[in-house]
């Protein structure tokens, strides 16, 4: 069964602080990792892909993927209000055909 | 920009009726999805369609479910006979081979 864990939160944080979202999968085999952003009452957008070990920043979101712990994070800086959500950690398995949501930690970006 | 598109935006049906939500993808998109969400709940993945074909299913997926794309545009999920439990948002998505998903907004769904 392959599983994708994140804390459900709720993350609270100061304006202008960082968020620190965190997440762990279960299969090795997995190839491709994405944080979607979710408001609520709506779709999941994608906010952040990542396929190989290391780092990716994309303005203020900083992805980072370690395939030896199964682990992904997502950090976000200068967080704003408007960052309030449930941030999803989904996982992609091979061929691209499946991929697996995690139930999302809930951030809350304090003014 | 390039939207998916989802209707209805919300579909009440009784108990053992059948429905049909209906997502118009984005062009260029090659890979379908459907995923529902109950409320309160993680999404989760139904199933995936490429080349006019069914590529995997999870295990909700099972024979009251079925998908088509019946005009080269269109690409729908039928309910065949609801229960009380299929209550829930359905999302269709898309993409172009990455992985990387366009959701549309959702169709809410609610049986009585």
């Known amino acids: 069964q392959k599983e994708v864990e994140q804390n459900s939160g709720p993350l609270s944080v100061p304006e202008g602080a960082i968020a620190s979202l965190n997440c762990t999968y279960s299969d090795r085999v997995s190839q491709s990792f994405f944080w979607y952003r979710q408001y609520s009452g709506k779709s999941p957008e994608l906010i952040m892909s990542?396929?190989?070990?290391g780092d990716k920043e994309d303005g203020r979101f900083t992805a980072q993927l370690n395939k030896a712990s199964q682990y992904v994070s997502l950090l976000i800086r200068d967080s704003q209000p408007s960052d309030s959500a449930t941030y999803l950690c989904?996982?992609?398995?091979?061929?691209?055909?499946?991929?697996?949501f995690g139930a999302g930690t809930r951030l809350f970006v304090k003014a | 920009e390039p939207e998916v598109t989802q209707t209805p935006s919300h579909q009440v049906t009784q108990m053992g009726q059948e429905v049909i939500l209906r997502c118009v993808p984005i062009?260029?998109?090659?890979?379908f999805y459907w995923y529902r969400q109950i409320l309160g709940q993680k999404v989760e993945f139904l199933v995936s369609?490429?080349?006019?074909?069914?590529?995997?299913k999870s295990e909700i997926f099972d024979d009251q479910f079925s998908v088509e794309r019946p005009d080269g545009s269109n690409f729908t999920l039928k309910i065949r006979s609801t229960k009380l439990e299929d209550s829930a948002m359905y999302f269709c998505?898309?993409?172009?081979?990455?992985?990387?998903?366009?959701f549309g907004p959702g169709t809410r769904l609610t049986v009585l």
């Open positions: 998505a898309g993409d172009r081979g990455n992985n990387e998903q366009f």
């Open positions: 369609f490429y080349n006019n074909e069914i590529s995997e």
């Open positions: 062009s260029n998109h090659l890979y």
């Open positions: 990542i396929y190989s070990n």
């Open positions: 989904a996982v992609g398995y091979t061929g691209g055909f499946k991929t697996i």
